[in-house]
Each structure stands twice: as C-alpha cells, then as structure tokens.
C-alpha cells in the first residue's frame, strides 16, 4: 500500500537529515565507509522509522525485533541513525573511531546500545540471524529478525550455508536485504566476482524474493509489508542501490567504499545531499 | 556431587565413550534447563549429541555439513537467550570454523558450549584430516574462552554440568573411543581452573590431560614400585584458566616437571604449563610431550600414543629420561636439561 503523504514526507525528512548525520560522522571519525553507509540508508530509515518494535531507553526489551548488520563496515552509517532514534547521546558520534572510543567502524554489540550483534567479518550475519529467527521459533515467540547484507557479502560461502538452512528450517520470521549497490572495494561486483543473477540464486536456495528500487520508500516499505505478512519461509529484499547516494562526487564511485573527508569535501558533500532533497 | 545432577555408578560409566556419557548428561540437563538448545553438523550420531534430539526434537538443529553456520546460529541462538550447546569434530569447531567461534561467540562473550569430539589423534585410523593436534592452541589464544579437556567420561560429565552456569563461552575437548576412567571415586570435587592431583610425589611431577592422565597415573604406580620413584601426577582438566597455584606448588616441591597432552606440543597444555613456570623467575626442569611439531601419521589410537610416547610406557621412559639428568646439580650444564 502506497505511502500517505505525510508518511513519505517524514521518511524522506528523516533520510535526508541522517545522510547528513553521516557525512559528519565520517568526517568525525577520520574515514569511513562512506559509499555503503549512504546506500543501506534508506532501508534504514524505513526500519527504524517505521517497522521495528524497539524501545530504545529499554535496549534489551526481551521481544524486541532484531536487526543484524551483516555487512558491518556499515556502522559509520548505522551509528547516527541509533543515536537519532535516543540510543545513545549523539555527540558521542564525534569519538567514531577514535582511540578508546566505543565506536569502531565495526559496531560492538557489548558496547553500543540498540546493536543486536557484533558485525563486521563478512558472511557471518546471516547465521547470527538464522539463530535469532530460530530463537523466537522455539520460544514461541513472535518478534522478527531482519538482516542487511552487502551484495559483494554474496561471495562468501557461508551466505549460502546460512540461507539454506533459513529455508530448511522455514523462518517466516526471518528477512534478508541485500544492499545491491553493485560495487566491493576491488571495483564492481560482477568483475571482481559474478554474483548473478542474484534473484534466481536466492530463489533457488528456498527464499521468497523480492527486488526493489532501495531508495524508494514506497517500494521498500511495500516490500517490508508483503515480507512481514509471508509465511511458510524466508523472505529476501534485493534493494537496488546507489553506492554513495546523494552524494554527487560519491555516486556509483568504487573509490568511495572507503574515505576520509576534510572540510572543503564535507560541505560539498552537505550541499549535495540538500541539492538533492530539493529537487535539484 | 551437586544436588540435581547425574549420577554415575563407575560399573555404568566403564562401558560408555566420553562421548556417549555427554550425550546422557546433556540430556540430564536438558530437563532441568529449557534454555539449553542442542546443535549439530551431520555428526548428530557420532558426537552422541544426538540423544539430546531423541528426548528434545524441538530444540536441536542439524545444519548439516556447514560448520560456519552451525557456530553463526549457535552464536544467535545465544544472544536469543538460549544456552547452546554445539557439538562436532574439534578440527572442524576449531578450524573450519575458527573465525565463527572467535568473533561470533567469544568476542561477544556468548554462552556458546562448545563439546568438540575427536580430538588429538583419537581418530587414529581416520588420518591426519581428521586428527586434530591444534585446537588448544587455537582455542586458548580467543579472549573469554574457558578452556577444558577431561581426563574420562565421568570427569566430562562433571565438566559439562559445570559449564551450565559458567558464564561465557567454554570449549570442552574429548576424545573418539573407550579411554579408560581414571578417576576411581565418581563424587570427586571437580572445578573448573583447579586441577586435581591424581598422585602424591615429590621427585617429579607429571601434569597431563585428557587420555595421558590415565598414563600417568599408571606409569607413576610402575615407577614407584620399579624406581623407587615419588612421581606426583596432576590431572590439569582446565587448560585455560591455568591452574598457577598447583603448578607453583610442584616447581617449589618437585623441580622437576614433564607435560603429556594429545597435541601438538605448540601451544597446548605444556606452553600453557611453561608460561607459567617462566614467568614466575622461577627454576625448573622441564620437559613437554605431545605430538611434535609434525603432521600425526595413520595408526589405531594406542599405537599412535605408544609412537608419540603418549602411553604408560613413553611416561615411564620420559620420567627416567628427566631423573636421569642433573639439575643444578654442578657447573656442566652440557648434561643438563
């Protein structure tokens, strides 16, 4: 179901604030996976806006829905959206990285409030979530797992291992986003290493698959909805994406998986993210 | 023996594998303890985790052939609430797997149980792939994991109900076959990070685990009644937290130590055993036994511990060995150890 205007307004607001939380995180921190924590964003927004049954002064709240990013070099993009939702003091976001601080460019489950699961080692996310989904399955328990995954994740064996057993053990609990920016840090996806096509494979492992535009937020929270109300098995989100959304000298440039910014490149990057939000 | 928990008349325990005794413990617990969840790799049947499936089908996973995900969903199930305990080869919980149960559960200080069968050369026949002389060594290097190998069944059954409520992860290390029982009394008191001294002596000490402390125990009768030997014989069950107290002891009163473990002597109980030695300034002779640094050929079980000096006889030719040198005795150090 289409999004109310006002509903769409707020997302869009929110997306646009916390691009550019980002921006000044990566420019806090010193570098940071700039390209990526711009593309999973919007599927974040979504989450965190609209679905997840959290309570962020309760961080441990028992049958809270989980959230496992996979694809942990993430966290400079995940970071500001837990401190926007009230998980942590946002000036806390100026340490990312820093000697001593409890932000890493991985986020630390045991240190930062709202993460459910320490991140960061590629391909191991899915299972960490496969071992939620089950955990509510044998507790009779009714909240929901979600798991973002990188698309360049995809390579690594124990994805497949993870998304069989998913589909054997028929988690309808349990939904898959892969953030299909199409770019590793080597350059794109299907030079370095061909994953499609994608959908069939996910298909073919058991999974319900559903691709959409992942900066639209009528598709992805369309998606989410038909993903919640599925039963019988696991769902995935193939989200296509733009590495480096919004901002201009970031789109779709291999060089922006990983990067520092100074000054002059931090407003730049501002003014091209408010470019964007207005329409030009 | 703790309220609650299993008992075991030693006329049972004779005729079942460590493996086996888990398998009945577990399923002990598992009705006391519904936050206990049993995992599995296609070994349900030879891990002996698979009793733990007959009783309770509802909270046991088989991944099958996919160790990686068998230690991620261990890892989640954990942070879930549960309790999970997660059984198959140890070359394959410490190896294949490595990363998994490193970052997934050790670096979150999940309370992941790991029972990991098959180790050291148990699985004799089987070859080198499936022996596995490097997972204390692995194991005991990751942050917040506890470290245990039993010296028989019963003493896996008590190490198995102590880790319950032992927070954190813990990687228990057994065999594959019939290893004898060593301890005589079943109610003996058994901690977690405190060995166990099996047998008085105060010329040498022999601190073993796992199969070895059978020979131990064993050569250490012959050598007394042979020799005329004092041979003090510690069972060290916990490899990680060592146990520095037992060890200061038996440099102060015997100055003489030798290590016997199923392992490769690199990084297993005897450099656990020499870490602590060297750094309390402390002398001491001292000598590890295990598997050289050296791939472990094919053979049944017995033969191979008699060929890497494992069994009672490489004991008793060990301790000789080592009585047989001076210690600070005199200025020629050429004859020393």
């Not at chain 1, 996976?33 to 989450?47: E, F, N, T």
């Not at chain 2, 888990?22 to 009705?31: A, D, F, P, S």
């Amino acid at each position: 179901m289409a999004l109310s205007e006002s509903e769409l307004k707020a997302l869009t607001e929110k997306a646009h604030q916390l691009r550019k939380d980002v921006i000044q995180t990566v420019a806090w921190s010193g570098g940071g996976h700039a390209g990526g924590a711009l593309s999973q964003l919007d599927l974040l927004v979504a989450l965190y806006y609209k679905y997840l049954n959290i309570d962020p002064s309760n961080p441990e709240k028992a049958d809270r829905d989980r959230l496992v990013l996979s694809k942990g070099h993430g966290g400079v993009g995940y970071a500001p959206v837990l401190a926007d939702k009230g998980y942590f003091k946002k000036e806390l976001l100026q340490t990312f990285n820093h000697t001593g601080s409890s932000f890493g460019m991985h986020l630390d489950k045991n240190k930062v409030p709202g993460v459910d699961a320490s991140t960061g080692s590629l391909g191991h996310g899915l299972s960490i979530a496969v071992g939620l989904a089950l955990g509510a399955k044998f507790s009779g328990k009714k909240w929901l797992t979600y798991c973002i995954m990188g698309d360049g994740e995809q390579h690594e064996g124990s994805i497949w291992e993870a998304a069989m057993s998913a589909a054997h053990y028929k988690l309808d609990n349990l939904i898959g986003i892969i953030d299909n920016n199409k770019l590793c840090i080597d350059g794109p996806l299907n030079e370095i290493m061909n994953v499609s096509p994608l959908d069939k494979k996910w298909e073919a492992f058991g999974w319900k698959v559903r691709i959409i535009d992942g900066h639209n937020f009528n598709d992805i929270c369309d998606a989410i909805e038909e993903a919640q109300a599925f039963s019988g098995g696991p769902f995935i989100i193939i989200a296509q994406t733009v590495k480096g959304k919004g901002v201009d000298y970031m789109e779709g440039a291999k060089e922006w998986h990983y990067g520092g910014l100074d000054g002059e490149m931090t407003r730049k990057a501002l003014e091209s993210i408010d470019r964007m939000y207005a329409g030009k | 023996m703790a309220e609650g928990s299993v008992t075991w008349s030693l006329q049972d325990a004779d005729h079942m594998t460590a493996a086996e005794i888990y398998g009945e413990t577990l399923v002990h617990l598992g009705e006391e303890r519904e936050d206990i969840v049993a995992l599995t790799a296609d070994l349900a049947k030879s891990t002996k985790i698979g009793k733990f499936e007959t009783r309770f089908p509802d909270r046991f996973i088989n991944v099958g052939i996919a160790e990686q995900n068998l230690f991620g969903i261990g890892a989640g199930l954990a942070l879930a609430g549960f309790t999970p305990f997660i059984s198959t080869f140890a070359v394959f919980a410490s190896l294949r797997a490595g990363e998994q149960v490193r970052t997934d559960i050790c670096y979150q200080n999940l309370n992941c149980k790991i029972i990991a069968t098959h180790s050291g050369v148990s699985f004799g026949q089987a070859g080198t792939t499936h022996h596995c002389t490097e997972d204390l060594s692995v194991m005991r290097s990751f942050a917040n994991m506890t470290v245990i190998v039993p010296a028989d069944g019963i003493e896996t059954s008590k190490a198995v109900e102590a880790c319950v409520d032992w927070k954190g992860p813990v990687y228990i290390r057994i065999g594959r076959g019939f290893e004898p029982w060593v301890h005589k009394d079943a109610n003996y008191a058994f901690e977690i990070g405190k060995g166990i001294e099996m047998h008085p002596g105060s010329d040498i000490t022999v601190i073993a685990c796992g199969t070895s402390v059978y020979a131990a125990v064993d050569a250490a009768e012959v050598l007394e009644k042979e020799d005329g030997l004092s041979v003090r014989v510690i069972d060290m069950h916990t490899i990680k937290p060592i146990d520095r107290d037992i060890i200061m002891k038996a440099v102060e009163e015997t100055r003489r130590i030798v290590t016997f473990e199923d392992h490769n002597i690199i990084g297993g109980l005897g450099s656990a055993v020499s870490e602590v030695i060297v750094e309390s300034g402390k002398g001491c002779a001292f000598k590890r036994v295990g598997i050289p640094d050296e791939y472990s050929i094919v053979g049944y079980p017995e033969d191979l511990y008699n060929h890497f000096k494992l069994d009672t006889d490489g004991v008793i030719e060990t301790v000789r060995e080592v009585m047989g040198k001076e210690f600070e005795e005199d200025e020629d150090w050429e004859d020393e150890i």
